[in-house]
């Protein structure tokens, strides 16, 4: 018999008892427990093992904020075009070989913890074991999407904030990688 739009009026299909019904949904709500559970201790254990690798890169490459100021650019006419958050980060090896590359992201919080901004950075320039080198970055803060956290990032001195350091992977000049494992890939 159909009901309303040829859905059937009656959900339990002929031949199963009410209880027989019962128990299949308690072994299906079972079986989606334990396969969620699965699930997050899968998680877990990727999230450890990406800390893991990321710890490991950040002894081999320590990274900092050398400097930060908002840079006003004007144009010919003297109306102000743009500003810029310009930032300076220092990368060290604190390996015994050269390293070719690093790329990651810097996130930064102020002292309560809260985030300002974060800088997805890549450095292709060569650092060789214990020497630092250094790059230089900007973004607008007059058209950008952060403007009001960039600004206060930029007016903050080094004490009334913490960077961490995520790196996603560190090349040697001799073709090795340091890697972590993505988890939203």
Do not use: C
Request: no cysteine.
């Amino acid at each position: 018999m159909s009901g309303m739009f040829g859905i059937k009026s009656d959900p339990i299909p002929e031949g199963i008892t009410i209880g027989k019904a019962i128990e299949e949904q308690r072994e299906f709500a079972e079986k989606q427990a334990a396969a969620e559970k699965e699930e997050k201790a899968l998680q877990a254990k990727l999230a450890g093992e990406q800390e893991k690798a990321m710890d490991a890169m950040r002894q081999a490459v320590s990274v900092t904020i050398m400097g930060k100021k908002i840079k006003t650019e004007y144009g010919s006419s003297g109306i102000v075009m743009d500003e810029l958050l310009s930032v300076k980060f220092g990368y060290k090896n604190n390996t015994d070989k050269e390293i070719s590359g690093v790329k990651g992201t810097i996130e930064v919080s102020d002292q309560f913890g809260d985030p300002l901004t974060a800088f997805n950075v890549s450095n292709d320039e060569s650092i060789g074991p214990g020497h630092v080198v250094v790059w230089s970055g900007g973004r607008s803060v007059r058209y950008g999407l952060s403007e009001d956290k960039d600004r206060k990032f930029a007016a903050l001195p080094d004490e009334k904030y913490r960077i961490i350091w995520k790196p996603r992977m560190i090349i040697f000049a001799d073709g090795t990688k340091m890697a972590a494992p993505s988890l939203t890939d």
